[in-house]
């Protein structure tokens, strides 16, 4: 994650936390039918909740009998406990209609909706899994954790019981898109490496969905291998100025293509084109604000891609500023183009100038670099720049760019994506451009079966300086490598490991500063739109606050008065009370920690203008990031069988949260 998203992950968490109360089914709602869902034990809002252990049966009675068997994986409420304990009864949605009884011991709590989830293995290696704290916290206090990684490796591959690893992550990728599986968080504790890198120590339960009747597909590797396919897409700022720019990059487009149609490759790797330019509504003859020339799925050869971009040129008008309307051409190539028939997926943006923010009010898209690059990483796209750092642009704004452009093509193991051109030399620019189109190709190459195994290790993570002309090509190499893994998982159909609680750590053992889990959130439409709500309150709260300061206490206990279920509590006259109301009950056992529960009168008092504004225009991009989850039919999932459509969920991650 990168450092801002770092910065607001931590720094917003507590929205989340506030609001997942609220969100959760709540018990007075439950309470107007009957039989209501059970609260959680020691709780007043939050509902009982269980997940299904393979092998359980489903029964009309306690007894069990006439049980039929239910999918593992399923999440359910919880209406009654039997009088011994041994059955509990359950329902797919807390709608009063409980399904059945099934076995206590067929079953494990679930006392909230945080999960982990595997990142691209780009430069780390395979998740570790443990049978007991002890182990994991001990390799805390090594000063080599390479060492120690290479000593696990070979432990977990000869004799994993005796270093006490009881599973590690499957060697091909689990995608959790096409095999969907739950990482449930049961216990989390902070805690340093002896290099002093945070990290978080997890208490999971793993637990893989199962495709019943269906057995994964036979491919073999060398067969999925050859049907690995790649699409890039670059992204170009076609404003004024930039014709220079555009011809290089379609020649090596073109140039590469002719390889690609001399090899027989050219249903294996497609190029498409997206350029950008400024609101026509507002700048006449600009002509778009953003348009595809080129779209993968329909271009396949070099006299095709020619053809559709045969009009490309930089724009005979300026446009309305330095910053350029980058965000809207990454979100057209991320939204617009069908990128699901790729393994590979990549966007190269080309641009000499910053990208306009959301809260200029000049930009198309309401979407930040943090937001894109969460939408990119969600849809398996690695986003590369290359920046051009023309004379015109004057270091101020490329100061601004770098920043934007690095948290946005931020890619797990390999850091930034970030390639500045300098001086913006067309020779060098071309230089650069060759070798990126080059090394897309070569990751094709790499996927064909030319006697080689499947490359289990993970790749070189030195990238060198990113000023060097060859570091594109070996981050190209190492994010390749990590979706050619990910692909082989998809066809193969690897799946999570079986049902086992355990733990582990969120970071890798050799590379501390690499995430190697992602923490998300499972909320339903219903609870998404309630999130919405929640910011949107918040966000009109402080809008006010910022024209009234002293009226700011106020506005934020009108806002979560207007959500809360307990609006006493809400009255409360503290502001640790108010957020206490809100948090409580959600917070207990997880190592999350809020600045924002003592955001008091006096610290929002305290905040220059400029802070005040930068956390509301946050809130807004916020707004719109859910909005894209929400039109984002992909990646919803039911948690039941027999759930209503509208229970279906969306893995949302952690720093999608304000």
Request: proline fraction near 8%; charge should be negative.
């Amino acid at each position: 994650m990168s450092e801002n998203g770092n910065r607001r992950s931590a720094g917003w968490a507590w929205l989340l936390l506030a609001v997942l109360p609220l969100l959760a089914p709540a018990a007075a709602r439950a309470a107007s039918c009957t039989p209501a869902p059970l609260v959680q034990p020691g709780k007043t809002q939050l509902l009982d909740r269980v997940l299904v252990r393979p092998g359980a049966t489903i029964a009309p009675t306690p007894d069990g009998a006439g049980g039929k068997p239910i999918p593992a994986f399923s999440a359910l409420f919880v209406y009654a406990r039997s009088v011994d304990g041994k059955a509990v009864q359950v329902g797919a949605s807390s709608d009063c209609k409980p399904q059945g009884w099934i076995a206590a011991a067929s079953l494990a709590p679930w006392r909230h909706t945080m999960v982990a989830a595997f990142t691209p293995r780009a430069g780390r290696d395979r998740v570790l899994f443990f049978g007991a704290p002890e182990t994991p916290k001990a390799l805390l206090a090594k000063p080599d954790t390479k060492a120690e990684a290479a000593r696990l490796a070979e432990a977990a591959a000869k004799a994993p019981a005796e270093a006490g690893i009881v599973a590690q992550e499957p060697a091909t990728p689990v995608d959790i898109d096409k095999q969907f599986y739950l990482l449930p968080i049961l216990e989390a504790q902070n805690a340093r490496f002896a290099s002093g890198q945070p990290v978080d120590l997890l208490h999971v339960a793993s637990l893989a969905a199962q495709e019943a009747a269906k057995p994964p597909p036979a491919a073999t590797a060398p067969a999925a291998r050859q049907n690995f396919r790649t699409a890039v897409v670059f992204v170009l700022d076609a404003t004024k100025s930039m014709d220079p720019y555009l011809d290089r990059a379609r020649e090596a487009i073109s140039k590469v293509l002719a390889k690609v149609e001399a090899e027989h490759l050219q249903d294996r790797v497609r190029f498409g084109l997206v350029a950008f330019r400024d609101d026509p509504k507002a700048v006449p003859n600009i002509e778009y604000g953003t348009r595809i020339f080129a779209d993968p799925n329909q271009v396949a050869t070099r006299a095709e891609f020619d053809a559709a971009v045969k009009d490309l040129r930089g724009a005979t008008v300026s446009t309305r500023a330095v910053a350029e309307d980058v965000y809207a051409g990454i979100e057209t190539a991320i939204d617009g183009i069908k990128w699901d028939e790729f393994g590979g997926r990549f966007i190269v943006l080309v641009t000499d100038a910053s990208a306009r923010e959301p809260s200029s009010g000049l930009t198309a898209t309401k979407l930040d670099e943090g937001a894109l690059a969460l939408l990119a990483k969600e849809r398996g796209i690695a986003v590369l720049t290359l920046h051009l750092l023309t004379k015109e642009g004057g270091d101020a704004d490329h100061r601004r760019a770098e920043a934007q452009y690095k948290t946005l093509t931020a890619y797990p193991g390999r850091g930034a994506l970030y390639y500045p051109v300098p001086a913006g030399d067309v020779g060098e620019f071309g230089k650069r451009a060759d070798t990126i189109a080059s090394a897309l190709v070569t990751l094709i190459e790499g996927a064909e079966d030319k006697g080689s195994a499947r490359p289990d290790a993970p790749p070189p993570t030195a990238a060198g300086a990113k000023t060097d002309a060859n570091a594109a090509a070996a981050d190209i190499a190492a994010v390749g490598y990590a979706m050619r893994m990910a692909y082989l998982g998809r066809v193969e159909g690897s799946k999570a490991p079986p049902m086992f609680e355990s733990w582990t750590l969120d970071r890798d053992i050799a590379r501390p500063d690499v995430q190697s889990l992602d923490i998300r959130v499972l909320l339903s439409r219903a609870q998404l739109s309630d999130l919405a709500a929640t910011v949107n309150a918040l966000y009109t709260a402080m809008q006010k606050g910022l024209v009234d300061p002293p009226s700011f206490q106020q506005q934020l206990r009108s806002a979560l008065l207007t959500l809360s279920r307990d609006p006493n509590r809400v009255g409360a006259a503290s502001n640790r009370a108010m957020s206490d109301a809100m948090l409580g009950e959600y917070l207990d056992g997880l190592p999350f920690a809020s600045r924002v529960m003592g955001l008091t009168q006096d610290a929002w008092l305290g905040m220059s203008p400029s802070d005040q504004l930068a956390l509301i225009d946050h809130l807004a991009v916020d707004l719109s990031l859910y909005q894209h989850m929400q039109d984002d039919v992909g990646h919803w999932v039911s948690l039941a069988p027999g759930a209503r459509p509208e229970d279906a969920v969306y893995p949302v991650p952690l720093n999608a949260f304000p």
